[in-house]
């Protein structure tokens, strides 16, 4: 095996916790597990303008859905907490300031109406991405350009500041990504970020750094919408002498929509009329509740599967895996760049490969709440058979009730494309042949239904495959459905009888 890994989830509490967000834990879980590694959960509410109640609550909810087990975190504690950055926050400025002190990091004094003035000015020089750094940086109000006295004034005064790497002016940052191999950017490209806000907190950017090197991660598993984010990530492990423990970067391949361009977003899922986030999400705001996959009785096996499989493939065709399996199969190295897409569907095949491989006695325990709701008694041997003849056709628990009704009562409707195609002469003739041999038949089971089915048509000098659907029509008002001599057995003969009778009633005797 190899050497343990200490990984970590970090979202931040900012809405409820997408698709993307669950693949990247799952990830980061997958490699812990499979190294013997340690599993962290911490929270990134820097920036407090964006933070949502219960957003946290959320994604630990969502993951522990998944069977995403943590052994680190807000939730569980550990030996590098507190593990939510506003937590922490007493911790951050010694770090901003050792940058400072060795000359990686200055204070930046400029107000918001300045910042907005030096961008005006740079587009209309038609400069295509106006940023703070190391050409504009000169004309601003910072300590790098005031004289140190007037800084010192400033600091003393209490004046608002922020403090900005000194991102240096023309330099090779050299990224290296486990599934992209080498990243090269120029530093000409990059800006001074803003490492620390006025209103005493770290950014992103440093508490991201610091957390990573103070709880010891050794692989930064994320989106990659963070790879711009990079080379400054990289910058400041060098400044602050910290390269021999730089963590190894990967950087997850975007979700893509399942049809056209673009990322995947919420909204492909209400066009579909899909559920989109792991659990329901109600909105703090509207109190509007989105359903989850979870409510909408997916298997979370099915669904974890389904992520893995985003981005990533076994290297072979193997398509179905439990979470244990993943834990063995799984590698970084066979993670590609190019988006995934999401394609519902498929979640849904997923799901329905997990139905069909559980106990029809544990379904069947499952599918109780949704007979009693409709009115109906239960009885766990009925149940469990009728589970048996239906689970190859449901894609989910759910779809149980509304697909089997006809199980529990007789069909008050007929189909009628079916009626018109299928009751017409000689049918009645035999249907109320076929309901006095059965009133009459001795031993009911599927085999012996079938049997006398059979006599019945050939004595009448028909084929008994062109009368079956027209039989399933009248015992259970539809076209299709399953083995109908198990479905015929199961409803049992008074019903089956009954059933015949009020069909010819219903359709005519022809
Ligand atoms: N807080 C960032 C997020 O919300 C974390 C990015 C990272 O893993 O470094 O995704």
Known sequence: MSTPVRVRFAPSPTGPL????????????LLARQTGGTFILRIEDTDQTRFVPGAEQ????????????????????????????????????????????????????????????MRERLKKANVASPQYN???????????SLPADEVQRRLDAGDPYVIRFKMPRNEEVRVKDIIRSWVVVNTSQLDDKVLFKSDGMPTYHLANVVDDYLMKITHVIRGEEWLPSTPLHVLLYQAFGWEAVMPQFAHLPLLLKPD????????????????????NWTSPETGETTLGYRESGYFPEAYVNFLALLGWNPGDN??????????QAFSLER??????????????????????????????EMVVPQVLAAGHMVDMDFLTEAIRLMNERMTLVGDFYKMSQY???????????????????????????????????????????????????????????????????AISGQGAGPAIFE????????QIVARLAAALNTLGHG
């Open 18 to 29: 997408h698709p993307g967000g669950v693949r990247t834990a799952l990830f980061n879980y």
């Open 58 to 117: 959320f994604i630990i909810e969502s993951l522990e859905w998944c069977g995403m087990k943590f052994d680190e975190g807000v939730h569980v504690g550990g030996p590098h907490g507190p593990y939510r950055q506003s937590e922490r926050k007493a911790m951050y400025r010694q770090y901003a300031d050792q940058l400072i002190a060795a000359g990686h990091a200055y204070y930046a004094f400029d107000t918001e109406e300045e910042l907005e003035e």
């Open 134 to 144: 190391s050409i504009t940086r000169v004309n601003m109000k910072n300590s790098l």
């Open 260 to 279: 056209g361009d673009g990322k995947l977003s919420k909204r492909d899922g209400d066009r579909l009329g899909l559920p989109f986030y792991a659990i």
């Open 318 to 327: 193997r398509e179905i895996f439990s979470l244990e399996e993943l834990v």
């Open 335 to 364: 993670v590609n760049k190019h988006g995934a897409r999401y394609d519902f569907t498929k979640l849904n095949w997923f799901n329905q490969q997990y139905l069909r491989n559980r106990p029809h006695a544990e379904l069947a």
């Open 407 to 473: 199980f529990f009562e007789a069909p008050t409707t007929y189909d009628e494309e079916v009626v018109a195609k299928r009751w017409k002469a000689p049918v009645p003739a035999f249907i109320e042949k076929l309901q006095a041999a059965f009133a009459g038949l001795n031993s009911w089971d599927a085999a012996s239904c079938e049997a006398i089915f059979n006599e019945t048509a050939t004595a009448m000098e028909l084929k008994p495959g062109q009368l079956m659907q027209a039989y399933r029509l």
């Open 487 to 494: 479905l015929t057995a199961l409803l049992g003969r008074d």
